[in-house]
T-cell receptor, first 113, second 113 residues
């Protein structure tokens, strides 16, 4: 069964510093990996995804993520965090031919002014 | 495009009552799904559909029914509400294919007393 682990409940970072949100995954085949962001009292918004090809994926709002097959990781990064990046971030995985998307439990990101 | 719409936004039920959460999308997406979001547990898949007339169970289907008579609509029915079903419910849709990102509705906050 596919699964996602987001090991940290909360990530605190100072505004202007690099932001990293960690994600590791487990699938039986090749993974399709996704990051979503949720602002308070809102639905989830798609940030970026990895399907195949270049291990570094660029997405919305200056975010990027690096796929590492040997470490089964897909960490989300942003070079310089903004206060407006404070939100709940979810990593999700699906493998080929699977109709189910598995989410991690989410990471609360707090960017301190 | 309205995207994915959900009604109602808020609902309070008494134990044993039944109700239907509505979900509609205007993007001609084949795939639709229902999730529940609980603190510290991420999103868990309740039911999903890969097209009109086709539905399947997700991770936590007990106590919920779905049907998909049209491409646009995917209602979720609570048969006999229980306090354990207090949660925030999200509907999502996407084009078919495991590599496609899902679009989420704004959510329904349900409280069962």
């Amino acid at each position: 069964a596919q699964s996602v682990a987001q090991p940290e409940d909360q990530v605190n970072v100072a505004e202007g510093n690099p932001l990293t949100v960690k994600c590791t995954y487990s699938v039986s085949g090749n993974p399709y990996l996704f990051w979503y962001v949720q602002y308070p009292n809102r639905g989830l918004q798609f940030l970026l995804k990895y399907i195949t090809g270049d291990n570094l994926v660029k997405g919305s709002y200056g975010f990027e993520a690096e796929f590492n097959k040997s470490q089964t990781s897909f960490h989300l990064k942003k070079p310089s965090a903004l206060v407006s990046d404070s939100a709940l971030y979810f990593c999700a995985v699906r493998d080929y031919g699977n109709n189910r998307l598995a989410f991690g439990k989410g990471n609360q990101v707090v960017v301190i002014p | 495009n309205a995207g994915v719409t959900q009604t109602p936004k808020f609902q309070v039920l008494k134990t044993g009552q039944s109700m239907t959460l509505q979900c509609a999308q205007d993007m001609n997406h084949e795939y639709m799904s229902w999730y529940r979001q609980d603190p510290g547990m991420g999103l868990r898949l309740i039911h999903y559909s890969v097209g009109a007339g086709i539905t399947d169970q997700g991770e936590v289907p007990n106590g919920y029914n779905v049907s998909r008579s049209t491409t646009e609509d995917f209602p979720l029915r609570l048969l006999s509400a229980a306090p354990s079903q207090t949660s925030v419910y999200f509907c999502a849709s996407s084009y078919s294919g495991a590599y496609n990102e899902q679009f989420f509705g704004p959510g329904t906050r349900l409280t069962v007393l």
